[in-house]
């Protein structure tokens, strides 16, 4: 059983427990404390002359509406049903559960002022594998994440869709064959389960913890590629990197040097004096990468340990205040660095290819014994280049933009989840790039026998080997590339 307190929860334990098959369930504090909030916000309402925003006024441009107390319920299950204006392709099914997670957890301090009953149907909904039918476009990332997160709370109510082994199937019919039974909203509910920047997180939670993985390993496939080309290690020197100390540059000249200890190859007399920026830059601009991946992380924490509802209650304050905790542009931002951050991994990637095929210091041009005759890797270096191009595009910023919506009463919005999605498909790209950069490494230390690299590096060659095979003659490349790109997504590289 994997048990939610209100302590600070941790990437790693937030994917520890996304990734288990354990009952999820919540602490008695927490419990405690929902019951509590709900019984303050219920008796506020009551007891309220004023109208208290999206509890009995409309909502946006709209709240200027007073609300009778005998259509409270309604008009949460009329905020739902009209929100949900998904556009586009359907979000992968492990977002789509990573949202009802964050959602949960967003409620656990009492803050949003769930009922009970909501929180135990959205427990049993997440305990029983749903995984909601949401939409990729339609979010500002202001007001939260309001359409993705009004497609995510249909099934909970009987309506919208589910996933069911690869299917699409009625909300309903979902709820029916669990044995639940549909939730009927109650006040505030509704803008409860649609505030919140929960659609946003969780692109970017998995687009975070995928770019780590790949950086993590592309580390040790530069360090390959540089063994592959014959590269000098004196850019490794740690008095380059004492003297101009960012965190992410010194760990990367570190990690390399040891990647490189006790290889022949980089421990060989060089002809040349110098290296290309695509070898001898590595520790500079990977570094930088590495520490933008380090901030990102950081901002994204807090924002799992944050509460982005609204109106909010503070109930020894005696108050429930309506602001802004639902506009997402400090995910913004950081989404749209992460995307620039990765862009560039790729980008520096493609150019260490690109020598390798060259045709220099020893290598045969396009890596082909037969070159005229047979293309080589000549081809793989066009998608490299396409997807580098394409993720320059992408890294264009999101968060500069803005569109005013609500008749003007929400002027000005984040776009957040538009940078989510830009940067989960540059992490994509990015893993195929690296993986095109290991299959070019690992063909150009072919032709290096009989030296050898490092125990590590020839460890991660032969692990790689037993996938794809040394090319003797021109074939079809894509089954090695996609094969390729699934190493670099899930090997786990000796430290």
């Given at each position: ?314 109930r020894e304050a005696d108050l429930v205040v309506s602001g802004g905790n639902f506009h997402g542009q400090p995910l913004a931002l950081s989404l749209d660095f992460l995307a620039i951050a990765v862009a560039e991994v790729a980008n ?148």
């Amino acid at each position: 059983m994997s048990i939610l307190h209100q302590d600070m929860l941790g990437i790693a334990e937030f994917f520890r427990i996304l990734n288990s098959e354990s009952v999820l369930s919540l602490s008695d504090e927490i419990w405690n404390e929902i019951r509590a909030s709900r019984a303050f916000l219920e008796k506020k309402i009551l007891e309220s002359e004023k109208p208290i925003y999206g509890i009995n006024t409309g909502f946006g441009e709209l709240c200027r509406q007073e609300i009778p107390s005998s259509d409270l319920d309604q008009l949460q299950i009329n905020l739902v049903r009209s929100h949900a204006c998904g556009v586009g392709q359907p979000v992968p099914e492990r977002i789509s559960r990573m949202m009802l997670l964050l959602k949960i957890r967003n409620f656990i301090t009492g803050h949003s002022a769930a009922s009970q009953e909501l929180v135990q149907a959205m427990l049993d909904f997440y305990n029983a594998g749903a995984c909601p039918v949401v939409f990729e476009q339609g979010s500002l990332g202001a007001s939260g994440d309001l359409v993705p997160l009004a497609h995510m709370t249909l099934p909970l109510l009987g309506e919208g869709e589910v996933w069911e082994n690869g299917q699409r199937i009625a909300g309903s019919d979902y709820l029916r064959s669990k044995g639940l039974q549909p939730y009927k909203l109650r006040a505030k509910e509704g803008l409860a389960m649609l505030n919140g920047t929960q659609f946003m997180l969780a692109y970017g939670l998995e687009s975070l913890n995928r770019a780590q993985k790949s950086f993590d390993n592309g580390l040790a496939v530069f360090a390959l590629a540089v063994d592959a080309f014959d590269g000098r290690k004196d850019f490794l020197f740690p008095g380059i990197h004492q003297i101009r100390p960012h965190k992410g540059q010194v760990m990367v000249a570190e990690k390399m040097a040891a990647f490189l200890g006790d290889s022949s190859i980089a421990n060989a007399e060089k002809k040349q004096v110098q290296d290309p920026y695509s070898v001898r830059c590595l520790p500079q601009v990977l570094g930088a990468s590495a520490d933008a991946i380090a901030y990102v992380a950081s901002v994204f924490e807090t924002e799992l340990n944050s509460i982005t509802d609204n109106p909010l209650v503070f109930r020894e304050a005696d108050l429930v205040v309506s602001g802004g905790n639902f506009h997402g542009q400090p995910l913004a931002l950081s989404l749209d660095f992460l995307a620039i951050a990765v862009a560039e991994v790729a980008n520096i990637a493609e150019r260490l290819m690109y020598k390798l095929i060259a045709g220099e210091r020893g290598l045969p041009v396009f890596l082909t014994s037969n070159p005229g005759l047979e293309s080589g890797f000549m081809i793989p270096q066009y998608s490299a280049a396409a997807l580098v191009s394409q993720n320059k595009q992408l890294a264009t910023p999101a968060s500069v933009d803005s569109i005013v919506s609500s008749n003007g009463q929400e002027d000005h919005v984040s776009m957040g989840a538009n940078a989510a999605l830009k940067l989960y498909r540059v992490v994509e790209n990015t893993e195929s790039v690296l993986g095109i950069l290991l299959l070019a490494a690992a063909q150009a230390l072919d032709f290096r026998r009989p030296a050898t690299s490092s125990a590590i590096l020839e460890k991660l060659y032969s692990d790689f080997r037993e996938m794809v095979s040394f090319r003797r003659s021109d074939e079809t490349f894509k089954p090695d590339m996609d094969a390729a790109k699934a190493f670099i997504r899930n090997y786990s590289i000796e430290s």
